[in-house]
């Protein structure tokens, strides 16, 4: 039997970015994977996300953003616009007095970089392709049963094991969940026009279609979201059938359209835990939430949540304190779940208003998002909340240095 401070289960971004975050502080951490290392040769164009201003910081604190950002592409503007009515609304760093906007990253890239970043660190160990035979808990411990042979037994386990969570249905954490009722055509497209470091997303009848800036000119990555049937009509179209149905969808904003990549699709579906926390055992990220990818908030609702969890056990270990305790777990989940409840319902807010057909609401949809456009004090409270510049955000992730977060 192994004894270990903080066991992490899921090699994710997430839980990567939060093993970087605790190495420094001494404390034996071992993260347990079902998967694979990460490796350059598994990257995917066509799995990317947009990381905020707010991810950029922790992700440069811990040391990985120099090599994340040599294979990623910044965005200096963003176009939001209705098919169905004159609805449009445009962010531009210029205005904002930024350099950009945020980045579009490769997810093996982000992986690669922060696995990178731990190897010279020998208090912490990664373990891949494993099986996670048993987990159980006692009132001071986990107890963590790997590849049938191997026992770790930690003061705290973290769930950082994505959407299917395996420690989440372990612990028996009560789940919410609803299904979109969309599925998510991504791919890989080249364009007949460059995309001039622009991000753009049109919402159609069906769903909003995302055209996101790849690292070359004239390539994006593509994120259609459609109901399932029109979702298998389009996979079910050729090559160039459907690169004619995109060159459509997307009013030929940046002219013909190829797709260049073999499609892939996957199910949307929220889920939210209402408890995130359990004993001694932990979620964040995806283990404890996952919404729509229309505002391309994942991945940095995720990042921000494990900031949180590490600035918690820091200061716990600066004051002698149990960082493991229940009262530091679920000041943890207090903190993060308003985060989390919020974009989740803006989420739902945004796709059910632009899914409906009605004429009026059609209109009224219309003219709020033009009047937004017109007024640049709200706007610039919108994109700060995109970009992860506002709200109650860990100090690794703020502008600038503010108060200690209250219990």
């Given amino acids: 039997m192994e004894n270990i401070d903080i066991t992490i289960i899921g090699a994710g971004s997430a839980g990567l970015t939060l093993a970087l975050l605790l190495a420094p502080l001494g404390l034996s951490i071992v993260v347990l994977e079902q998967g694979d290392a990460p490796n350059s040769t598994l990257t995917n164009p066509q799995r990317v996300s ?4 707010a991810s950029q910081r922790v992700l440069n604190h811990v040391g990985a953003w120099q090599a994340i950002a040599a294979n990623a592409r910044s965005y200096n503007a ?9 609805a449009r609304i445009e962010f531009n760093a210029q205005t904002e007095r930024l350099e950009q906007l945020g980045w579009i990253c490769d997810n093996e890239q982000i992986r690669l970089a922060l696995y990178q970043q731990l190897q010279p660190f020998n208090n912490v160990r990664c373990e891949f392709n494993c099986t996670i035979n048993s987990l159980v ?3 001071r411990d986990v107890l963590v049963n790997i590849n049938q042979q191997h026992l770790l037994l930690s003061r705290l386990l973290v769930g950082a094991d994505g959407v299917n969570s395996m420690v989440r249905r372990t612990m028996q954490l ?4 609803w299904d979109y009722q969309q599925q998510a055509i991504v791919g890989t497209i080249i364009c007949d026009e460059p995309h001039n470091n622009i991000a753009r997303q049109v919402f159609l009848p069906d769903g909003p279609l995302a055209l996101l800036p790849l690292p070359q000119p004239n390539k994006c ?5 459609c109901a399932p049937e029109r979702t298998a009509a389009l996979l079910a179209m050729d090559d160039l059938s459907f690169s004619q149905a995109l060159t459509a969808a997307s009013n030929s904003v940046l002219g013909p359209i190829n797709i260049q990549t073999p499609r892939q699709s996957f199910n949307l579906t929220m889920r939210y835990s209402s408890s995130w926390q359990r004993g001694r055992v932990v979620l964040v990220a995806d283990a404890a939430h996952s919404i729509h990818p229309l505002a391309g908030q994942g991945m940095n609702l995720g990042l921000m949540d494990v900031a949180a969890l590490a600035e918690l056990i820091s200061e716990a270990l600066a004051d002698n304190n149990d960082f493991s305790e229940s009262r530091l777990l679920r000041r943890y989940e207090r903190w993060r779940k308003a985060e989390a409840q919020t974009l989740i319902g803006a989420m739902e807010v945004f ?3 632009f899914s409906n057909t009605q004429p009026l609401l059609k209109l009224v949809r219309a003219v709020s998002m033009s009047g937004v456009d017109k007024l640049p004090w709200l706007k610039s409270k919108i994109i700060a909340a995109a970009l992860g510049n506002s709200g109650d955000l860990p100090k690794l992730a703020q502008p600038q240095v503010k108060t200690a977060h209250s219990a």
């Fill in 78 to 86: 963003m176009q939001v616009w209705d098919a169905d009515s004159f």
């Fill in 174 to 177: 009560p789940l919410t969940h």
């Fill in 221 to 225: 990555s593509i994120v259609w979201s």
């Fill in 50 to 53: 947009a990381l905020n201003l």
């Fill in 137 to 139: 808990q006692s009132e």
């Fill in 351 to 353: 796709k059910r208003g």
